[in-house]
């Protein structure tokens, strides 16, 4: 399959800047500094972030999030949520994840929060969504949806990342 980034370019200084801003902002940590190689470019219709011409980071609903090669590079320790081997299946083909299937949660996560699921055994990204409920009750209930997924292992992203990173 051939992959197409379109209107791909290096971003100025200033640009670069306001994203690491951005990202400082929403995840308390510096991913790259001032001096990296920083483009933007489109995938269908979705613009990714490149560093150093790696796709690890893109634009959902306005905001900045990792993609998950770059889940995979950085290793984030918050606005996770980690489900059973049994929900394995049904995440990597872009279900949303079910409050049964979760065995853990950052407690600080509300509703609206971008999100990145992973399993129990391995703490591999396998998704990310946003939060329906906060973290807490991602925990306690029994029954109901927690988190919407838009971006999955096997989806046409993983597909066009998986090509461009390691995982």
């Given at each position: 399959?051939?992959?197409?980034?379109?209107?791909?370019?290096?971003?100025?200084?200033?640009?670069?800047?306001?994203?690491?801003?951005?990202?400082?902002?929403?995840?308390?940590?510096?991913?790259?500094?001032?001096?990296?190689?920083?483009?933007?470019?489109?995938?269908?219709?979705?613009?990714?972030?490149?560093?150093?011409?790696?796709?690890?980071?893109?634009?959902?609903?306005?905001?900045?999030?990792?993609?998950?090669?770059?889940?995979?590079?950085?290793?984030?320790?918050?606005?996770?949520?980690?489900?059973?081997?049994?929900?394995?299946?049904?995440?990597?083909?872009?279900?949303?994840?079910?409050?049964?299937?979760?065995?853990?949660?950052?407690?600080?996560?509300?509703?609206?929060?971008?999100?990145?699921?992973?399993?129990?055994?391995?703490?591999?990204?396998?998704?990310?969504?946003?939060?329906?409920?906060?973290g807490e009750e991602m925990i306690k209930k029994e029954k109901g949806k927690a988190v919407a997924?838009?971006?999955?292992?096997?989806?046409?992203?993983?597909?066009?990342?998986?090509?461009?990173?390691?995982?």
């Amino acid at each position: 399959m051939d992959f197409r980034i379109k209107n791909r370019h290096r971003l100025k200084k200033k640009e670069v800047h306001e994203i690491i801003d951005k990202l400082k902002n929403d995840f308390n940590s510096n991913f790259f500094n001032i001096d990296s190689v920083v483009e933007i470019g489109f995938y269908e219709n979705t613009q990714f972030v490149f560093i150093e011409s790696k796709p690890y980071f893109m634009f959902y609903n306005d905001r900045i999030v990792f993609t998950l090669s770059g889940l995979y590079k950085y290793k984030p320790n918050n606005e996770y949520v980690i489900v059973d081997m049994g929900a394995v299946k049904f995440v990597a083909k872009g279900a949303d994840v079910m409050s049964p299937g979760i065995v853990d949660a950052d407690k600080n996560i509300q509703p609206d929060d971008i999100v990145w699921i992973c399993d129990e055994k391995n703490k591999k990204p396998l998704a990310l969504g946003v939060a329906i409920i906060s973290g807490e009750e991602m925990i306690k209930k029994e029954k109901g949806k927690a988190v919407a997924i838009f971006h999955y292992v096997g989806d046409n992203f993983w597909d066009f990342l998986k090509n461009d990173c390691e995982y």
